[in-house]
C-alpha cells in the first residue's frame, strides 16, 4: 500500500508570509497515519501557526518520543530540526538541546501516553524547570499503535471501542502543569482550528514552558458512542473560556471590543495576548482561580478549553541557571573551559 | 444510532434552514458536467478525459470510438480542430498549459487497429422517410452517420465530385492528409447514403418537390469576401479569393504562383494560403492584416506555423490600392493604423499619420472572411432569411421557418469550424428524427449520465490519481526544408506512443467527480488538512459572494462554481470551490468515513434515436 505524495501543485492565489513563504513550505512527509486522525490536523495547525508568525522552518527544533503523536513531526516543517527520541524521553533532549542552543525554538511534540504514563516523570521535570519550550500533547485517550487499550488520560467510566468501562481516574496533564508551574497552559480540540492555531501562535511566542493538551480523537479506536474523547462528545462538552488574538509588535490592533470583554497579556518580546472573554468571570492570570475553575467544570463533565492560564512576565530556565546570552553551542573551547586556575577559583568559592 | 464500537455516523447534519447558499443539486447533470471543462466546452460534448485515459492505457481503438460516437472524424480533428477544449482546461489554471487533448485525438486516430467491426452496419430494415442532405461537408456527413443506421434513407448531394466539403478543398493537405479524409468520410460513405455528387443544387423547391419528407441545409459559407478597392478590377488576374484558390489547389488545377505574394487577412484561412503559397514557388510571402496582431483570428499554432515558415505578418496595415502596371499587378499600397479603444471597449482603427507602406508584389490572395449564401433557396417558399441573409433557424432544433428544412454548420449560423458543425449536425439529426417520428422537436432526449464510484480499495482507484508535474510537450515537426519541398508533406508529425503517454498522464481527471455525503461526514478536517489545493473549507453558509471571500483560499474565479453542502452537524457546511481541484482523490483517500467519494461522471449527449 502506498501513499501519494501531495501534489507539488497550489491554489494560484495562496497568499504569501513576510518571509515569501506559502504555507504549503511549512509542510513534512506525507502523513501515514490513519485517514481522518486529529493529530494530522494538529500538524496542519502548527503549519498554519509557523507560516502566520514568519518563522523561518530552520529556526524551529521538533522533538518527540514515540506514539502516533510522535511520528507527526514528519509530517510538518520537513526544513526544520527534529529529534525523535525514546518513550517518554523528549523533555530531558529537548532540556538539553535547549541548553546548548538558546537561540532555536523548541516544539516538543507527545502524547498522553509518552507523557502521561512513560514519561510522566520526564514531563513533570521539564514543566517545573521553566524550560523555554512549547510542549504539545496530542492526546487520544488510547494507545493508537498498539491496538486501543485505554491511556493514563482516559476519563473514569469512558468506554472502549469494544464496550469495555475504564475502571481508573484519569491525569489531567492541564491540572499537572498548572500545579508544576508552567507559564503558558492551554486546552484545545484538534477539530477547532480556530481555537487552536493562536494558541499555538502564543505559545511560540511565550517565553518559559507552554503547554498544550490538545484532544484529539483516534477515529480508528476512540470515535465511538460511549469515549470522551470522540469528536461528537468534546464537541457537545466543549466549553471554551476565551478566544486568543495575537498581536504582535508593531502591528495595528483592528479589533475592538467593548470594556471588560477582553484582557490583554503582554509577553517579553512585546507580543500581547488578547483574550475574548467567552466566560465572564474567568481570569487566565490566575492560577489557583483556574485550578478551581478547571476542577469544577470537570467535576460537571465539561471540557475546559482556551489559554485556561498566562504568566505575564514569566522567565525560563536560562534565567535561573544565569547562562550567558550565546547559545553554549557557539562558544570556543577557551570560554567553556577556562582552566585549572578558573577550576580552583570555582572549587575555592565552595569551601 | 450505531452500536458502542462503531462509528457514529448515522444520521448526521441538520435540516434546519441557514441563510446562504442552497446545497448543490449534484443530480443536475449540467452541475458535474460543467466541472468537466473540456467536455463542456467541446460544442459536441466529447468526454476528453475519458478518452484520454484509454490513451494512456494504450487502448487507441476505443479512444477512437468514444471520439468516433461524438465528434465522427477523430482523425481529422485531431489534426485540424479550433480546440475550444484547450483554451478551457483546467491544467492551464493550475500550472501553465492545457494538455494537448486535440493531438491526442489524432494520436488515437494514428495508433488504433482496424475498427471497422465496431462501426454501425448500413440498416437492414429502412423506415421509408427520405432525408436530403444538401452539402457534403461535416454537417450533413454527421446527420447522415446518425440517420443512417435508424433506417432512413439519405440523400447526398454535393457540387464536387467527392464527399467531404470544405474539410477537402480548404484545408491543405500539408495539415490534412488525404487518406485521413477518404477513411473518415468513407466510414459513413460505408452506411450506404444514396450520392448524387458533381453537380449543384439549383433549386430547393424542385427538392422539396421531389417528396423528401426533410432537407437539411450544410452548405457551410462557401463565399469569400473580396476586397474593392482600386485597382481590383484591372489587376483581376492576379488577385484571388483565397478560399477558391485553396480549392482550386486541392483539386490540382493550380501547381504553382509567382515568387512574390501578399495574403490580406489574419484568419486561419490566410495562414492556409499562405503556407501554401510557400510550397507552389512563393519566395516572398508576407501576410498583412489590418488589426493588431494580438487580435488576429487565426489559431495561435496555425500563426506559429506560418511564422516558422518564413512568412512575416505585418500588423495593423489597411490595404487601400492594388498597383498595377499595363494588367499586371506590382503590389499593394497599406494605410497605417493603430488600435484606439472608447469608454465601452469598442475597437477603432485609427492612421498614425505616417506614410503609406507599398508591398511590392505579383500575386494577392485576399482571405479578409467568408459567409454563406444561399442563391439555390427560393425566397417564396418558407424558408425566411434575416437581414444578414442567414437564415432563421431555430438554436435549439436547427428547424427554419419551413417545417421540413432544417440548418446546421456555417450554413446555419455563419462561419464557425468543423465541430461546431458537427454538433449541429448531431442536434439536427435528433429533431428531424423526432419531426418524423411524429414527436415535439422541441422536447430535447436527455443525455446518458453515469457516475460510478472509482473506489479499489483504501488507497486505489479505478483512475490515475497521482498528478503528473511534466510540462505540455511539443508536437514533432517535419524539419521545415522537407515541409516546405512539398504540397502534401504533412507538416506534424504526431505524438509517438510515449510521448502520448506522457501527455495523457497530465489530464486531472476532472470527470472523476468529489462527491459528498454530508450525512457520513464527521467534520474532521482531513480533507481541509491535506488538499493541495485549499479548495475545501468548512464553515458557516453564507450568500455567494461574501462566502467566495472568506473560503481557505479565496474562490476568485466566478466561472467556477462552488459545491455547497446542506448543514452538518455543527450548523457549518462544506463548501468545495471546483475551480482549481486537481481531482487527486486526497481529500477521499484521507476521509475516515466515506463522505469523499470519487465517482466518474459519463455524460453522452442524446443522439438520434434516442427515446
Not at chain 1, 521535570?125 to 488520560?153: P, W
Not at chain 1, 477539530?191 to 487552536?196: E, M, P, S, T, W
Not at chain 2, 506590382?330 to 498614425?352: H, I, N, W
Not at chain 2, 481531482?583 to 461522471?601: N, V, Y
Request: charged content about 25%; aromatic content about 6%; proline content about 6%.
Amino acid at each position: 500500500m502506498t501513499y501519494l505524495p501531495k501534489p507539488k501543485l497550489h491554489h494560484p492565489a495562496l497568499p504569501k508570509n513576510a518571509l515569501g513563504l506559502t504555507h504549503r513550505d511549512y509542510e513534512g512527509a506525507i502523513s501515514t497515519l490513519c485517514a481522518g486522525c486529529g493529530h494530522d490536523s494538529i500538524s496542519a495547525a502548527i503549519i498554519q501557526a509557523c507560516f502566520e508568525l514568519d518563522i523561518e522552518p530552520h529556526r524551529i527544533a521538533k522533538l518527540s518520543g514515540i506514539g502516533c503523536s510522535s511520528k507527526t513531526p514528519t509530517y510538518f516543517l520537513g526544513t526544520a530540526h527534529g529529534f525523535n527520541s525514546v518513550h517518554g524521553r523528549m523533555p530531558s533532549v529537548l532540556t538539553g538541546a535547549n541548553l546548548a542552543n538558546r537561540d532555536l525554538i523548541y516544539l516538543g511534540v507527545s502524547g498522553d501516553g509518552d507523557s502521561a504514563s512513560i514519561g510522566l516523570g520526564q514531563f513533570a521535570h521539564c514543566i517545573r524547570r521553566g524550560v523555554d519550550m512549547v510542549y504539545i500533547v496530542e492526546n487520544n485517550g488510547v494507545y493508537g499503535l498498539t491496538k486501543g487499550q485505554f491511556s493514563a488520560t482516559a476519563d473514569k467510566g469512558s468506554k472502549s471501542k469494544k464496550g469495555v468501562v475504564n475502571p481508573d481516574s484519569p491525569i489531567d496533564l492541564v491540572a499537572l502543569a498548572l500545579l508544576l508551574g508552567a507559564t503558558y497552559v492551554g486546552r484545545s480540540f484538534s477539530g477547532d482550528k480556530a481555537q487552536l492555531v493562536p494558541l499555538i501562535k502564543g505559545a511560540l511566542r511565550h517565553k518559559g514552558a507552554a503547554f498544550l493538551d490538545v484532544i484529539s480523537p483516534c477515529v480508528t479506536f476512540n470515535n465511538h458512542k460511549g469515549s470522551t474523547k470522540s469528536f461528537d462528545f468534546v464537541r457537545e462538552h466543549n466549553d471554551a473560556v476565551n478566544r486568543l488574538d495575537i498581536i504582535l509588535p508593531q502591528k495595528p490592533i483592528t479589533a475592538e471590543y467593548e470594556p471588560g470583554e477582553v484582557i490583554e497579556v503582554p509577553q517579553h518580546d512585546g507580543t500581547i495576548l488578547r483574550l475574548l472573554k467567552l466566560e465572564a468571570d474567568y481570569d487566565p492570570t490566575d492560577r489557583v482561580a483556574a485550578m478551581d475553575y478547571l476542577f469544577e467544570h470537570r467535576a460537571r463533565g465539561e471540557i475546559v478549553t482556551g489559554l485556561l492560564y498566562v504568566e505575564p512576565h514569566s522567565t525560563d530556565l536560562h534565567d535561573e541557571l544565569g547562562t550567558v546570552a550565546t547559545p553554549l553551542n557557539r562558544l570556543g573551547e577557551a570560554e567553556l573551559c577556562p582552566g585549572a586556575a578558573a577550576l580552583a577559583k570555582v572549587n575555592a568559592a565552595h569551601r | 444510532m450505531s452500536e458502542i464500537g462503531e462509528l457514529d455516523v448515522a444520521g448526521r447534519g441538520t435540516d434546519a434552514p441557514v441563510a446562504g447558499m442552497p446545497p448543490t443539486d449534484i443530480a443536475d447533470p449540467a452541475y458535474f458536467h460543467k466541472v468537466v471543462d473540456c467536455q463542456w466546452a467541446c460544442p459536441a460534448h466529447t468526454p476528453v478525459p475519458e478518452y484520454i485515459r484509454l490513451i494512456a492505457a494504450g487502448r487507441y481503438a476505443d479512444a477512437y470510438m468514444v471520439n468516433w460516437w461524438s465528434n465522427v472524424f477523430p482523425g481529422i480533428l485531431g489534426r485540424t480542430c479550433d480546440r475550444p477544449c484547450e483554451p478551457a482546461c483546467r491544467r492551464a489554471r493550475v500550472e501553465r498549459e492545457p494538455v494537448a487533448i486535440c493531438r491526442l485525438k489524432r494520436v488515437a486516430a494514428d495508433y488504433k487497429d482496424d475498427i471497422r467491426d465496431r462501426l454501425p452496419r448500413p440498416a437492414t430494415a429502412k423506415n421509408g422517410f427520405r432525408v436530403a442532405l444538401v452539402g457534403a461537408g461535416p454537417a450533413s456527413l454527421t446527420v447522415a452517420r446518425d440517420l443512417l443506421p435508424l433506417g432512413y434513407h439519405c440523400v447526398l448531394f454535393d457540387q464536387d465530385v467527392r464527399a467531404g466539403g470544405m474539410i477537402r478543398t480548404q484545408i491543405p493537405r500539408f495539415r490534412l492528409p488525404e487518406e485521413v479524409i477518404d477513411e473518415e468520410v468513407g466510414y459513413i460513405l460505408g452506411l450506404e447514403p444514396e450520392l448524387r455528387l458533381g453537380r449543384r443544387v439549383e433549386s430547393l423547391k424542385a427538392l422539396l418537390d421531389e417528396g423528401f419528407d426533410a432537407v437539411f441545409v450544410g452548405t457551410g459559407a462557401p463565399k469569400g469576401r473580396d476586397l474593392e478597392v482600386p485597382g481590383r478590377r484591372e489587376a483581376a488576374a492576379h488577385v484571388h479569393i483565397g478560399m477558391e484558390w485553396l480549392a482550386a489547389v486541392s483539386f490540382g488545377h493550380v501547381k504553382s504562383i509567382a515568387e512574390r505574394v501578399v495574403v490580406l487577412g489574419g484568419g486561419n484561412t490566410a495562414m492556409d494560403c499562405c503556407r501554401t503559397a510557400r510550397r507552389l514557388g512563393g519566395k516572398e510571402v508576407t501576410v498583412a492584416v489590418r488589426s493588431a496582431f494580438a487580435e488576429m483570428k487565426a489559431s495561435p499554432w496555425e500563426i506559429e506555423d506560418a511564422l516558422s515558415e518564413d512568412i512575416p505578418i505585418l500588423d495593423h496595415l489597411v490595404p487601400l490600392e492594388f498597383l498595377h502596371e499595363g494588367g499586371k499587378l506590382t503590389g499593394v499600397r497599406f494605410r497605417k493604423v493603430r488600435t484606439e479603444r472608447d469608454a465601452q471597449g469598442r475597437r477603432s482603427l485609427v492612421p498614425t499619420g505616417e506614410p503609406d507602406l507599398v508591398i511590392r508584389c505579383d500575386v494577392v490572395l485576399v482571405a479578409i472572411g467568408q459567409e454563406a449564401a444561399f442563391p439555390w433557396i427560393e425566397r417564396d417558399i418558407g424558408v425566411a432569411f434575416d437581414r444578414h441573409g442567414l437564415p432563421v433557424v431555430d438554436p435549439v432544433t436547427f428547424r427554419s421557418t419551413h417545417p421540413k428544412v432544417f440548418f446546421g454548420g456555417d450554413a446555419a449560423f455563419g462561419p464557425k469550424n468543423i465541430i461546431t458543425a458537427v454538433a449541429h449536425g448531431h442536434e439536427a439529426a435528433i429533431s428531424i428524427d423526432l419531426v418524423l417520428r411524429g414527436l415535439d422537436p422541441l422536447r430535447r432526449p436527455p443525455p446518458e449520465v453515469r457516475l460510478t464510484s472509482q473506489k479499489m480499495g483504501l488507497h486505489e482507484w479505478a483512475y490515475d490519481n497521482e498528478v503528473s508535474l511534466e510540462a505540455r510537450r511539443r508536437v514533432p515537426h517535419l524539419p521545415r526544408s522537407r515541409a516546405l519541398a512539398s504540397l502534401s508533406a504533412e507538416v506534424e508529425l504526431g505524438f509517438n506512443p510515449e510521448q502520448a503517454w506522457h501527455e495523457a498522464e497530465r489530464c486531472l481527471n476532472c470527470d472523476v467527480q468529489t462527491v459528498f455525503t454530508r450525512e457520513l461526514c464527521i467534520e474532521c478536517d482531513a480533507c481541509v488538512d491535506i488538499c493541495p489545493m485549499d479548495c475545501i473549507t468548512f464553515t458557516v453558509n453564507g450568500p455567494e459572494a461574501e462566502l467566495r471571500g472568506r473560503l481557505k483560499a479565496p474562490a476568485r474565479n466566478l466561472d467556477q462554481p462552488l459545491y455547497v453542502s446542506a448543514p452538518l452537524a455543527t450548523g457549518r457546511v462544506m463548501v468545495k470551490d471546483e475551480d482549481v481541484c486537481l481531482h487527486c482523490g486526497l481529500c477521499a483517500e484521507r476521509c475516515p468515513t466515506g463522505a469523499w467519494d470519487m465517482q466518474k461522471f459519463l455524460l453522452e449527449t442524446a443522439r438520434a434515436g434516442c427515446r
